[in-house]
């Protein structure tokens, strides 16, 4: 499995934008049979950082509604991504 198969996409939202900024931590949407030390060598792999640490985070599908009809979100695996002091990633001017 390559790099760009295992980190699907960067997760942006205020949260995540906080996390970025106050404890340089980026959250990444991640193939669901990755492992932490998958992510952590496909992040080395794309962005030449190494990481300090890797949390990983099953999302659990949600029920939602529309009028009379019910449906429920895709389920997905996150990735909260650790970078050292002083590296950063632009997750807005990256290319995929």
Known sequence: MSAR????????TEKTMKLQDSFNKVTFEVAKNANKVS?????????????????I?????KKKRMG?????????KKAIVTLP????IDIFNSEK
């Open 5 to 12: 198969d295992i980190i699907v996409r960067p997760l942006v």
């Open 39 to 55: 992510v952590a060598q496909a992040i080395k792999e794309i962005y030449n950082i190494k990481v300090e640490g890797v949390n």
């Open 57 to 61: 985070v099953n999302v659990h599908p």
């Open 68 to 76: 009379r009809y019910e449906g429920t979100t895709s389920a997905y």
């Open 85 to 88: 002091e002083g590296a950063s």
